[in-house]
Structures are given as C-alpha cells and as structure tokens.
C-alpha cells in the first residue's frame, strides 16, 4: 500500500558528469507524475575530482570522503533549490532516492562503487534519503544495471505492444516492453560519455547542441569498423558497461592519428545509433522511446531512424514526461519502492537471483 506521503524527489547525476537533474515527483502504484524539475552544473573543481577518482590516482580513499562531503552539499542544495523554487514543503516529501556519482562498475568483481553521503544529504534536507542501490542486487549475482527498466515498465507498460525504452546517457541502455511485460533490459555501450569528452577536447564546450558539429563531418566506415569489433557488442544480455570500458583511452586506440576531428565525432554518433540498432535486430519494436540527455540530440536520433526502418523513434515528450527528467524519476520511484516494499531491479535485466526493494534508507 503506499504510504500517506505520495511525493519523492529524484537525484541523478550521469556518468558524463553533464550535471545534477532533480526532479519533485507524485507517486502512486499506477503512475509517476513529475511536478517540477531543477538542472544545475557540478562546481568545476568538484566535477575535475570527481572525473580523477573515475580512474586509478594517489590517495584515493580520502580524497573520495572529502568528495562525497561535497557532493552531498551539491545535492542538498539542488533539492533545496527545487523545493524553494515550488514553495513546496520538505516535511510532505516522503523520501528523497539519489543514485550517486558511479566512480568504478565492476559486477564482474562483486562491486559498483557510487559516491554519496545520503547521511549528510538527509542531515542536510532533513528529509529521508534511499541510496546505494546496487549493492543488493549485485550481491545476488546481477550486474547491478541497469536499474531504471522496472520504472520504464512502470511509467510506459501500458501504452502498447512491443517499445523499447532507450536511455540515452553516458552509456545507452534499453528497456523491451511487450505491452506490460518487460521482456529484458540492457546497456548497449557508449552514448554521450564519449561524444560529450571528444568534444570538450576539439571545441571546449561540454556537449554537442543537437549533434550539429557531429552532423557536420562525414562517416569513417573503417573507425566505425575497428569500433564495432569491441568485445562487449557481441556479448549476450544481461551485461552492463561503464566509463572504466568506454572511455577517451580505448577510443584512441582505435584512432591513427590524422582524422579530422568533426568526422571522428560523425563516426562516434553512428557508434551509438548503430549498437543500440543491432541490440534490438532480433527483436520485434514498433516504436523507440527516447529519453536522457542523448534524447536532445537529433542527429542521434536520426541516425537511429536510418538505422530502425520498421521502428517509430520518438522521444518520451510524447508520453508527458521530459527526457532530461525520467532517470531522475526513476531514482524517485525507487524509492518509493523501498519505502513501499516493492522490488526495483529486474531479473531480466540484471540477472540477480531474485527481485528485492533496492536500497538503504537513511533517516534525518
């Protein structure tokens, strides 16, 4: 039954840093209403460190403690922020779900590293906090990821037949829906996480707007063949990849050198569009439906228009929801799950042994 408080708040910050979306949620075990939502940057030096602890460095664990400290301030601020914004009382919010930042994720060795102070967040808002989300499902032998494919099912199940729920963040994820049954759910590979770094590196701006300077090179047939040969493309689901696979490092290796640097970014969208097409080639898709930062860049989506022929690629707008809003909402819901008592992963997603409310709660 759900509780007397029907509203959550949301927290995800991706694995391509871009920022901090929080989102103001009504929830109920029908459906997920998002109220208001507030976007905000790291700080830039917090954002650097962060970036740094993603990879092996000297004095590793303190300066994660000194960064969880701050990063709870950064979403303790965002919250407030939000709920100032909506004149919105934090004493009717019944729980806040924050994902975390993801540093490391090895499944494979029993671990999927966020950093996070829920304590200090809850301190902070004096509101109760759901976080560390995948250490219960990974102790039950699942990968962890993706864990949105349950509040997909949750929040799209019954519009129809045969869509696939596409999250297009750092690493792009899906989700298939047979009317309202999810059928399986699993990261693709690399989506912003290395359009947004190639760009950064030839145009010093922090992503693609719209894909326009992608749009403006050519397709390099042979990269995107040295690409595509990766490993993790022609591994069977349920798997789930992460920034220490796909990353600046592995793309160079794959580079000669005398590429101009918009067709390279040209190649990287195909990357995207053409992995998450031949994932979903045995299966039957009426329609795509958007959804993450990647959602706003149109030459991706038209490129996984060319690549789907029989599919309707379309953004979750369609359904109500924005798409820079729906991971934000999913940690939301899983939340109210864990409040509730309802199980948030997915076996066909994960491979965990068995479903289980994620998360622990942390009280102010």
Not at 64 to 69: D, M, N, Q, R, T
Not at 170 to 180: E, K, M
Not at 186 to 202: E, I, K, S, V, Y
Request: proline share 5%; net charge neutral.
């Amino acid at each position: 039954m759900d509780t007397p408080k029907k509203h959550y708040i949301g927290i995800m910050s991706g694995t391509s840093l871009d920022g901090i979306d929080t989102v103001l949620t009504e929830i109920t075990s029908e459906h997920c209403t998002v109220i208001a939502h507030h976007a905000c940057e790291f700080p830039a030096n917090l954002k650097k460190e962060l970036q740094s602890l993603c990879s092996p460095t000297n004095n590793e664990i303190q300066r994660l403690g000194v960064a969880e400290a701050k990063l709870a301030k950064c979403y303790a601020d965002a919250v407030n922020a939000l709920l100032h914004k909506q004149q919105f009382p934090f004493q009717d919010i019944a729980a806040i779900g924050c994902h975390g930042q993801t540093l490391r994720h090895h499944p494979e060795l029993g671990f999927s590293l966020q950093a996070n102070n829920p304590a200090a967040l809850a301190a902070y808002t004096n509101i109760p906090v759901v976080a560390d989300f995948r250490r219960g499902d990974i102790a039950l032998g699942g990968q962890g990821a993706p864990l949105v494919p349950k509040f997909h099912l949750h929040q799209f199940g019954k519009i129809g037949a045969h869509r696939a729920i596409l999250n297009l963040g750092g690493i792009a994820n899906i989700s298939l829906l047979t009317g309202q049954t999810l059928s399986l759910g699993f990261d693709t590979g690399p989506a912003n996480l290395l359009l947004d770094a190639w760009c950064l590196r030839h145009t010093q701006k922090p992503y693609d707007n719209k894909g326009a300077w992608a749009r403006s090179g050519r397709l390099l047939p042979e990269l995107l063949q040295r690409l595509l040969t990766d490993a993790y493309f022609s591994l069977p689901a349920p798997k789930s990849t992460g920034r220490e696979h796909f990353n600046m490092a592995w793309l160079e290796t794959h580079l000669t050198g005398n590429e101009n640097p918009q067709d390279v970014q040209h190649t990287l969208a195909h990357l995207t569009a053409k992995t998450v097409a031949d994932s979903l080639s045995v299966y039957k898709v009426d329609e795509v439906i958007a959804c993450g930062g990647g959602a706003h860049n149109s030459f991706t989506l038209e490129l996984l228009a060319h690549y789907l022929p029989t599919s309707h690629v379309v953004t979750s707008n369609k359904y109500g929801i924005a798409p820079e809003q729906v991971e934000a909402a999913a940690f939301a819901w899983l939340a109210w799950a864990r409040v509730n008592n309802v199980s948030g992963n997915a076996r066909e997603a994960t491979g965990a042994s068995r479903e289980l409310a994620l998360g622990g709660l942390y009280l102010p």
